[in-house]
């Protein structure tokens, strides 16, 4: 079985940290071939644009992409890479596990989450405008179509993944309309898995208190765009921060991987850059695929290599480079 995959190494650190995890993804011995597809500075340096039509074009007929972290320019115009994406290829769900790592500071052990969000609509529909000079006005969206469509997802992913609990994040309490059509699809879409998977609902401010306080409580969480915005970076705070954090956007035709850190300039090309985070990027990719055992092989590599904490980046307190703790990782998988 070979697999053709879009990568995208993208800017600053990105090139370095694509070239370590398709290192540690080869190892697995499954066959990729790489459909390598520049976007972002160097895209706009030689086509004008960060997102050119071929790369779009690429992910569609592979239906997967890897992609490294890509500089929004500031002050250009030029609409970001990720909502382009993410708006054209109709990626409606932004998937982000949190789980703690032996070997990386936190001020947590033993969280486990996964953080669904809505990616297409809620506050980031970009419907606003000034009432006046001193008012100004943003439209909430929520559909029941887009709000059944994210919970029945993560009430798939549960299933998939052998979780217990899905637990819906809102504030219905205030926003009765759109939140309360949230909840409501979402306790629709519950329904069909009574007795499977639990089931759930918590107000978005109450949810952030719990999770700061009691984390091990909680799951699967589905949230509409905004409250995953926000609340997937605290869960992201609560394993050790965005370094480590990976990220999945997926819709019904194809699925963007990539981690949630940005492209880092002040330390591209050092050699510098810790690369768990596209890894574990990397290992979503290989579940999305059905291939869980290399999945499985990947993620323990990696967790055994940042908890022994010999071969590990700056960031993690060590001294190592990107290339030698990806080295450590890949001697890992082939040895597993
Ligand atoms: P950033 O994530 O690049 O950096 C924040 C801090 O974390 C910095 O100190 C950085 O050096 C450190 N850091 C990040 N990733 C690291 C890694 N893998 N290893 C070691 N240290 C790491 O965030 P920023 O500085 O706000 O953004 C820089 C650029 O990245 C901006 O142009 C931004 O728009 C872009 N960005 C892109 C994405 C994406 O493509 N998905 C996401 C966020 C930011």
Same mark, same amino acid.
């Given at each position: 079985?070979?697999?053709?995959?879009t990568?995208i190494p993208g800017d600053g650190?990105g090139?370095?940290?694509?070239?370590?995890?398709?290192?540690?993804?080869?190892?697995?011995? #499954?066959?990729? &071939?790489?459909d390598e597809q520049q976007a972002g500075e160097a895209a706009i340096a030689t086509e004008g644009t960060p997102l050119p039509d071929r790369v779009v074009d690429s992910i569609r007929?592979?239906?997967?992409a890897?992609k490294g972290p890509i500089t929004t320019p500031v002050g250009t115009g030029f609409r970001s890479v990720n909502v382009g994406l993410r708006q054209t290829l109709?990626?409606?769900?932004?998937?982000?596990?949190?789980?703690?790592?032996?070997?990386?500071?936190?001020?947590?052990?033993?969280?486990?989450?996964?953080?669904?969000?809505?990616?297409?609509?809620?506050?980031?529909?970009?419907?606003? *405008?000034?009432?006046?000079? !001193?008012?100004?006005?943003? #439209? $909430?969206?929520?559909?029941?179509?887009?709000? +059944?469509?994210?919970?029945?997802?993560?009430?798939?992913?549960?299933?998939?993944?052998?979780?217990?609990?899905?637990?819906?994040? *809102? $504030?219905?309490?205030?926003?009765?309309?759109?939140?309360?059509?949230?909840?409501?699809?979402? +306790? +629709?879409?519950?329904?069909?898995?009574?007795?499977?998977?639990?089931?759930?609902?918590?107000?978005?401010?109450?949810?952030?208190? +719990?999770?700061?306080? $009691?984390?091990?409580?909680?799951?699967?969480?589905?949230?509409?765009?905004?409250?995953?915005? #926000?609340?997937?970076?605290?869960?992201?705070?609560?394993?050790?921060?965005?370094?480590?954090?990976?990220?999945?956007?997926?819709?019904? *035709?194809?699925?963007v991987?990539?981690?949630?850190?940005?492209s880092?300039?002040?330390?591209?090309?050092?050699?510098?850059?810790?690369?768990?985070?596209?890894?574990?990027?990397?290992?979503?990719?290989?579940?999305?695929?059905?291939?869980?055992?290399?999945? !499985?092989?990947?993620?323990?590599?990696?967790?055994?290599?940042?908890?022994?904490?010999?071969?590990?980046?700056?960031?993690?307190?060590? &001294?190592?480079?990107?290339?030698?703790?990806?080295?450590?990782?890949?001697?890992?998988?082939?040895?597993?």
């Amino acid at each position: 079985m070979s697999y053709t995959v879009t990568l995208i190494p993208g800017d600053g650190i990105g090139p370095e940290l694509a070239e370590a995890t398709v290192g540690v993804l080869e190892a697995t011995g #499954i066959a990729f &071939t790489w459909d390598e597809q520049q976007a972002g500075e160097a895209a706009i340096a030689t086509e004008g644009t960060p997102l050119p039509d071929r790369v779009v074009d690429s992910i569609r007929r592979t239906g997967v992409a890897l992609k490294g972290p890509i500089t929004t320019p500031v002050g250009t115009g030029f609409r970001s890479v990720n909502v382009g994406l993410r708006q054209t290829l109709e990626l409606y769900a932004n998937v982000r596990p949190a789980r703690s790592m032996v070997g990386v500071e936190s001020r947590y052990t033993g969280i486990d989450l996964v953080i669904v969000r809505e990616n297409t609509e809620d506050l980031y529909a970009g419907i606003e *405008h000034r009432v006046g000079p !001193d008012a100004a006005e943003s #439209i $909430k969206i929520i559909t029941r179509a887009a709000s +059944q469509r994210i919970a029945r997802y993560a009430f798939e992913y549960a299933v998939r993944n052998g979780r217990a609990k899905v637990t819906a994040v *809102h $504030k219905a309490n205030i926003m009765k309309l759109s939140d309360g059509l949230f909840l409501e699809s979402c +306790q +629709q879409v519950a329904a069909d898995y009574e007795g499977r998977v639990g089931f759930e609902d918590r107000i978005v401010d109450n949810m952030c208190m +719990q999770l700061v306080q $009691k984390p091990e409580l909680y799951d699967v969480l589905v949230l509409p765009n905004l409250y995953g915005d #926000i609340v997937s970076d605290l869960a992201a705070g609560l394993v050790g921060g965005l370094g480590v954090a990976p990220g999945a956007n997926i819709g019904e *035709h194809a699925a963007v991987f990539e981690p949630v850190h940005g492209s880092a300039p002040k330390y591209a090309g050092l050699d510098r850059a810790n690369p768990t985070a596209l890894i574990l990027s990397a290992a979503l990719m290989l579940r999305h695929l059905g291939e869980v055992v290399a999945a !499985d092989r990947v993620e323990t590599a990696l967790r055994a290599v940042v908890a022994e904490g010999r071969t590990v980046t700056a960031d993690l307190g060590g &001294t190592a480079g990107t290339r030698a703790f990806a080295a450590a990782v890949t001697e890992r998988v082939r040895g597993a």
